[in-house]
């Protein structure tokens, strides 16, 4: 069976009776070209919950300890979660994990396939966290190491590279705000914490009464949080491996050793030519009709089934609560060919994108 045969196998276990729009939809790149460089107008607009299983610490970028919160038009302030703390520090990570396992079992098997696609290397160590680069100057140059650019996490989640060394890979994944539907005073506790000195082995610190003793504020587990992420101009294969690591992501924010466990749920996807909705439009929404109670999971993913709904005529909309799971319970060898398919469709966009900026 070809690899496209399988992919549509794998796609109609994943969107059922939508899978025919969705694949006609879905952007192809069979050959490089510079046309494929060019945005082409395709979002997939993922509306998603996320569902707390243990508490969650999270926090912004500033330097603060206090839980990261934003006002509503109700008149009080709801926690929420960055974009930069979903994305890069979760889902991002998580599709690193999936690669890097992907490339160490398969590398034998596969490693050639890749080759003759445009892969350069022998080995895969991709990693996003960029290190300086030591030079004999006094001031070492700013430098951004440890991206490829040659595998999917480098061209569905975008790159930098050091001034002069080539250019950069905008994103194709974009995010706002994960708003929690449930009031600040509701949803979160505070927690104190002691720390035993090693040397005393007690708690009572020299010079204090209060000895070492600390407070976490901590969103309560069980807390939905709601939001969309916007997948842009993607192949079938770019856009099954995104939701997969979107589905599979399990912790979040600080601390995670003990606390920040979470389940994603993907209840809808809207196909549309622009990005349609937003979290922080969903949330309000569903803090209006919820004010006197805590909604329950049931109750928030079916206020998202009624929000994208509304949309049907300006994009392919699929709904399903199910969708989670489906991506998280995929079978090794389909999510073994999805992965390979996407490095190809990406090395393709690698070659386009070189034609485009005349890279030799």
């Given at each position: 069976?070809?690899?496209?045969?399988?992919?549509?196998?794998?796609?109609?276990?994943?969107?059922?009776?939508?899978?025919?729009?969705?694949?006609?939809?879905?952007?192809?790149r069979?050959?490089?070209n510079?046309y494929?460089?060019?945005?082409?107008g395709?979002v997939?607009n993922v509306?998603i919950?996320?569902?707390?299983l243990?508490r969650l610490?999270?926090r912004?970028e500033?330097e603060?300890?206090?839980l990261?919160?934003?006002?509503?038009p109700?008149g009080?302030?709801?926690?929420a979660i960055?974009?930069?703390?979903?994305?890069?520090?979760?889902?991002?990570?998580?599709?690193l994990s999936?690669?890097?396992?992907w490339?160490?079992?398969?590398?034998?098997?596969?490693l050639?396939?890749?080759?003759k696609?445009?892969?350069?290397r022998?080995e895969?160590t991709?990693?996003?966290?960029?290190y300086?680069?030591q030079a004999k100057e006094?001031?070492?140059?700013?430098g951004?190491?440890?991206y490829c650019?040659e595998?999917?996490?480098?061209?569905?989640?975008?790159?930098?590279v050091q001034e002069?060394?080539?250019?950069?890979?905008k994103?194709?994944?974009e995010?706002?705000?994960?708003?929690?539907?449930?009031?600040e005073?509701?949803?979160?506790?505070?927690v104190?914490f002691?720390?035993v000195?090693?040397i005393?082995k007690?708690?009572a610190?020299p010079?204090?009464?209060?000895?070492a003793l600390?407070e976490?504020?901590?969103?309560?587990?069980?807390?939905?949080f709601?939001?969309?992420?916007?997948?842009?101009d993607t192949t079938?294969a770019?856009?099954l491996l995104?939701?997969i690591?979107?589905?599979?992501?399990?912790r979040i924010g600080g601390?995670v050793?003990?606390?920040?466990?979470?389940?994603?749920?993907i209840?809808?996807i809207?196909f549309?030519?622009?990005?349609?909705g937003?979290?922080?439009?969903?949330?309000?929404r569903?803090l209006?009709?919820y004010?006197s109670k805590?909604p329950?999971?049931e109750?928030v993913?079916?206020?998202?089934?009624?929000?994208?709904s509304?949309?049907?005529n300006q994009?392919?909309?699929?709904?399903d609560?199910?969708?989670?799971?489906k991506?998280?319970?995929?079978?090794?060898?389909?999510?073994?060919?999805?992965?390979?398919?996407?490095?190809?469709d990406?090395l393709?966009?690698?070659?386009s994108?070189?034609?485009?900026?005349g890279?030799k």
């Amino acid at each position: 069976m070809s690899s496209q045969n399988i992919i549509d196998n794998i796609g109609r276990k994943v969107f059922g009776e939508k899978y025919e729009e969705i694949r006609n939809w879905c952007i192809t790149r069979n050959t490089p070209n510079m046309y494929h460089a060019i945005p082409k107008g395709k979002v997939a607009n993922v509306f998603i919950v996320i569902e707390p299983l243990s508490r969650l610490i999270i926090r912004h970028e500033q330097e603060t300890t206090d839980l990261t919160t934003i006002p509503t038009p109700l008149g009080y302030s709801v926690p929420a979660i960055l974009n930069t703390k979903f994305q890069s520090g979760a889902v991002r990570r998580q599709l690193l994990s999936l690669l890097h396992e992907w490339f160490d079992r398969n590398k034998g098997k596969y490693l050639s396939e890749l080759k003759k696609a445009g892969y350069s290397r022998d080995e895969y160590t991709c990693t996003m966290r960029p290190y300086m680069k030591q030079a004999k100057e006094k001031q070492a140059p700013e430098g951004f190491e440890g991206y490829c650019g040659e595998c999917p996490n480098c061209l569905i989640f975008g790159y930098a590279v050091q001034e002069g060394a080539g250019y950069n890979v905008k994103s194709r994944v974009e995010g706002d705000l994960y708003v929690c539907v449930v009031s600040e005073e509701k949803a979160t506790v505070t927690v104190t914490f002691n720390a035993v000195d090693d040397i005393t082995k007690t708690t009572a610190m020299p010079g204090t009464e209060t000895g070492a003793l600390y407070e976490f504020r901590m969103v309560e587990a069980g807390m939905p949080f709601v939001g969309k992420i916007a997948l842009k101009d993607t192949t079938l294969a770019e856009l099954l491996l995104t939701l997969i690591a979107i589905a599979r992501t399990t912790r979040i924010g600080g601390r995670v050793t003990h606390f920040g466990e979470i389940k994603i749920h993907i209840p809808a996807i809207l196909f549309s030519n622009y990005e349609i909705g937003s979290g922080y439009e969903l949330a309000t929404r569903i803090l209006g009709k919820y004010s006197s109670k805590a909604p329950t999971l049931e109750e928030v993913i079916n206020e998202i089934t009624a929000y994208v709904s509304q949309f049907k005529n300006q994009g392919i909309p699929v709904i399903d609560r199910e969708l989670g799971n489906k991506l998280r319970h995929m079978n090794k060898s389909d999510v073994d060919m999805v992965v390979l398919q996407a490095w190809k469709d990406v090395l393709v966009l690698k070659k386009s994108l070189d034609k485009y900026v005349g890279k030799k």
